[in-house]
């Protein structure tokens, strides 16, 4: 698939559906012309690199790069690279092993969640099998860990370290919280671990690999870290957008499929009793789906929850999270990079896909 062309300077900031906010104003010139010719340097490189000679591997392994995505991972550690010397190789390796590592992230959740259509496209596994799509996400993260390896211990070790956190959340999401844990307080860290762990290393490989001064590393870690959680709970609220055109997904795909989300959890712990009456349908709902009834049995009851408070509550919780990456940036040089950086979780939660 290739790009359409566009207008200078919007093809980075469409990806998040933000027109050209991210780097408005004239100091972001210079800057979005760095990231831009950066991320070219990296879309070229994804397509390259995952190029295998296994005719069904080799399509693949393309197939969720080529159907698009917002490559918000590669494009934040090329903008906090910005802040040192951007223009290395390891920086780029750095950008495309991340893309990768969650590219391979998405053919498992897909299988593991039953996910019909990801990227306003079938699912890897609804076109070639779980074992494929299994195989294909492991292919990549192999990828992802030999390119991080051309840059010594160090990138290793972050990239070990990531993979772990990515591993563990799906796990605790797929094993649900235990006895004595606060619902929604594990929920947060499924999010911090799962997403955030690798927003979080991608702004600090921006820090590493451009050699920019180190007391800058724990603060976009966590500015990243919390960046991911506050996406993914704006996740939660489209993932019941009815429109499927506009966010490449069936809505409520992840309430069928029974994997836990932000209004869900709110609306499980009101005390209302219609909201009480709502999680009851839902939870039935999600059992009949899961015995092989028609997904469309949940139908009215997402229409229920996308008009329910607790959504609007789950839109501002991930703008407070928002807000706490915001503050992490305190000991950045002010500038260009740190303006955009603030755009940047502003565009986060306020996007529509």
Request: hydrophobic content about 45%.
């Amino acid at each position: 698939m290739t790009p359409s062309p566009s207008a200078p300077g919007s093809r980075i900031a469409s990806r998040l559906g933000t027109s050209d906010r991210i780097f408005a104003g004239p100091r972001s010139r210079k800057l979005l012309k760095a990231v831009e010719a950066g991320l070219e340097r990296v879309e070229a490189g994804l397509a390259e690199d995952l190029r295998v000679t296994s005719p069904v591997a080799d399509s693949a392994s393309r197939y969720l790069l080529e159907a698009g995505g917002k490559r918000m991972r590669p494009m934040l550690t090329l903008l906090v690279a910005q802040l040192g010397d951007s223009d290395n190789e390891h920086v780029i390796d750095a950008a495309k092993a991340l893309e990768m590592t969650h590219l391979g992230s998405l053919y498992h959740d897909d299988v593991m969640d039953g996910a019909d259509r990801r990227r306003g496209v079938p699912s890897a596994h609804a076109v070639w099998g779980n074992n494929v799509a299994i195989l294909t996400g492991d292919l990549l993260f192999a990828r992802a860990s030999q390119l991080m390896a051309g840059a010594g211990e160090r990138a290793i070790r972050l990239q070990a370290d990531t993979f772990e956190r990515l591993v563990l959340g799906q796990m605790n999401e797929t094993v649900g919280p235990g006895e004595g844990d606060d619902p929604i307080d594990f929920y947060i860290q499924v999010l911090a671990d799962k997403t955030g762990s690798l927003i979080a290393a991608a702004a600090a490989c921006g820090i590493i690999f451009s050699g920019a001064p180190d007391e800058y590393e724990a603060a976009v870690r966590e500015y990243g870290e919390k960046v991911g959680v506050a996406f993914q709970l704006l996740d939660d609220v489209i993932d019941l957008s009815p429109s499927a055109q506009e966010t490449g997904k069936v809505p409520g795909t992840d309430l069928r499929a029974g994997v836990p989300t932000m209004p869900f959890l709110l609306l499980a712990r009101s005390s209302e009793p219609a909201d009480r009456d709502l999680a009851a349908r839902i939870r039935a709902g999600q059992e009949r789906v899961a015995a092989g009834e028609d997904p469309i049995t949940l139908d009215a009851e997402i229409d229920q929850l996308r008009e329910n408070a607790v959504t609007d509550r789950t839109r501002d919780l991930a703008r407070q999270w928002s807000a706490e990456a915001v503050a992490a940036l305190d000991v950045l040089p002010r500038g260009a990079v740190h303006e955009a950086l603030l755009r940047f979780a502003d565009a986060v939660v306020d996007r529509a896909a």
